[in-house]
């Protein structure tokens, strides 16, 4: 296991597709500038050329407000590229993350049970802006995956990119043991997504 200080910038090539989702919290608004909300929501996003399903975004309140989406405690459920159907998936509403210097035995009881999860992004607030695609927030911001841990202040998710920059106090834990296939398979899942990505 490792730790890394610093800012950190991840590139979403195959992990996250993190933007897609977004515009669907205001499926149901117009944008003439009305405020719509849903509260303890569950919104799915699917690949429009293939209807393939590719995140969930759970949380406790989302805002429309014509551009702009405001999120209250957002949680990103990244969906592995073999699920194709959200009856493969195990609810997240309400899961509570690990601490970053969990033990390793901590960490595979958390992901024993969400095979369909390739990670988990979890902030108190963030704000998206549909125009520029661009998922940002200013708290405290969580990435989860069985490889790698990451905790920071303020965060910018760029779809368009594919890149997530997160500003500071940035901790990271990295666990090599699972992308050897030590610790419950990730190196499978990585190897399997790297395929279909190839098609």
Same mark, same amino acid.
């Given at each position: 296991?490792?730790?890394?200080?610093?800012?950190?910038?991840?590139?979403?090539?195959?992990? *996250?597709?993190?933007?897609?989702? +977004?515009? +669907?919290? $205001?499926?149901?608004?117009?944008?003439?500038?009305?405020?719509?909300? +849903? *509260?303890?929501?569950?919104?799915?996003?699917?690949?429009?050329?293939? &209807?393939?399903?590719? =995140?969930?975004?759970?949380?406790?309140?989302?805002?429309?407000?014509?551009? =702009?989406?405001?999120?209250?405690?957002?949680?990103?459920?990244?969906?592995?590229? &073999?699920?194709?159907?959200?009856?493969?998936?195990?609810?997240?509403?309400?899961? !509570?993350?690990?601490?970053?210097?969990?033990?390793? $035995?901590?960490?595979?009881?958390?992901?024993?049970? !969400?095979?369909?999860?390739?990670?988990?992004? =979890?902030?108190?607030?963030?704000?998206?802006?549909?125009? *520029?695609?661009?998922?940002?927030? @200013?708290?405290?911001?969580? =990435?989860?995956?069985?490889?790698? @841990?990451?905790?920071?202040?303020?965060? @910018?998710?760029?779809?368009? &990119?594919? +890149?997530?920059?997160?500003?500071? !106090?940035?901790?990271?834990?990295?666990?090599?043991?699972?992308?050897?296939?030590?610790?419950?398979?990730?190196?499978?899942?990585?190897?399997?997504?790297?395929?279909?990505?190839? !098609?």
């Amino acid at each position: 296991m490792g730790r890394i200080n610093g800012t950190v910038f991840l590139l979403m090539s195959g992990l *996250t597709a993190l933007a897609a989702l +977004l515009p +669907l919290c $205001a499926s149901g608004a117009d944008d003439t500038g009305a405020a719509v909300s +849903l *509260t303890d929501f569950a919104l799915p996003e699917y690949r429009k050329k293939d &209807n393939r399903l590719q =995140f969930i975004i759970y949380g406790d309140r989302a805002t429309n407000l014509g551009a =702009f989406i405001n999120l209250e405690n957002p949680l990103m459920d990244i969906v592995n590229e &073999n699920i194709r159907n959200i009856n493969e998936v195990v609810p997240l509403g309400g899961v !509570k993350l690990y601490p970053l210097n969990a033990s390793a $035995a901590e960490v595979s009881r958390f992901w024993a049970d !969400k095979k369909h999860c390739r990670a988990l992004i =979890f902030s108190t607030a963030a704000e998206y802006n549909k125009n *520029t695609k661009v998922l940002r927030g @200013d708290t405290p911001a969580f =990435f989860r995956s069985r490889e790698m @841990d990451i905790d920071g202040v303020g965060f @910018d998710a760029d779809y368009e &990119n594919k +890149l997530i920059h997160i500003r500071s !106090k940035v901790r990271m834990v990295i666990r090599p043991e699972y992308r050897r296939g030590g610790m419950g398979g990730g190196a499978k899942e990585t190897n399997q997504s790297a395929k279909d990505q190839a !098609k």
